[in-house]
Structure formats: structure tokens, C-alpha cells
Nanobody, 119 residues
Framework: QVRLVESGGGLVQPGGSLRLSCAAS????????MRWYRQAPGKERELVAT???????YYADSVKGRGTISRDNAKNTSFLQINSLKPEDTAVYLC?????????????WGQGTQVTVSS
């Protein structure tokens, strides 16, 4: 079964940094693209960053200059690092990607990891 699993969330003080991981499993041949979203209580899901198959990136204004999306193809894992964390970065962070297994491509979501920024 194709799946994505996030990790790396937790409680961080304002100004700190966090590196989230999103690992693909289930007979994955390749990851075509990857996106990170976040959802705070009572707010709409927000697209935070994307990494295309061609290496192109996109960052939301809210994390531009503070966030970095990357991937390790050998480990089928994507990463999102956010520096200078602010309380408004508090949210559940979810990864989403198009994963190829054999000849099929699956649009797959992880279950999310909680990030809380608080002193």
C-alpha cells in the first residue's frame, strides 16, 4: 500500500527551527512531486511549499525566506525546514505527493504532524 508518513513535529519555542520529514513507502518507484500543507484550528488548509520533479520550488509568502523544501530520492523522503518559527506557524503539517508504483501514479496524503510554536 502506497503511503506517506510525516514526522518531526513537536513543541518549539519562537525563533527556533524545525525539520519535518515525509517518507514514502509501499513499493514506491519514484516521487513525481511533493507539497507541504498546514492547517491551523479554525483555518483553511494552506499550501506552504512545493517541490516539482524538475526541482522547481514554491513557497507561500508566510514562510518565504524561512522555509526550505527538499528531497532525498534515494530514501524517497521529502523534508520541510522552517527557521525563525513564529506562533502563527502552529498547525498540523501534511505532505502530499504523486507517487509512482509500477505503472500507476497515486495522489497520496500523509496523516499529518503537529507543530506547536510557543514559549
Amino acid at each position: 500500500q502506497v503511503r506517506l508518513v510525516e514526522s518531526g513535529g513537536g513543541l518549539v519555542q519562537p525563533g527556533g527551527s524545525l525539520r519535518l520529514s515525509c517518507a514514502a513507502s509501499g513499493g514506491i518507484f519514484s516521487i513525481h512531486d511533493m507539497r507541504w500543507y498546514r492547517q491551523a484550528p479554525g483555518k483553511e488548509r494552506e499550501l506552504v511549499a512545493t517541490l516539482g520533479n524538475d526541482g522547481s520550488t514554491y513557497y507561500a509568502d508566510s514562510v518565504k525566506g524561512r522555509g526550505t523544501i527538499s528531497r532525498d530520492n534515494a530514501k524517497n523522503t521529502s523534508f520541510l525546514q522552517i527557521n525563525s518559527l513564529k506562533p502563527e506557524d502552529t498547525a498540523v503539517y501534511l505532505c502530499n505527493g504523486h507517487l509512482q508504483s509500477g505503472s500507476l501514479i497515486y495522489n497520496t496524503w500523509g496523516q499529518g504532524t503537529q507543530v506547536t510554536v510557543s514559549s
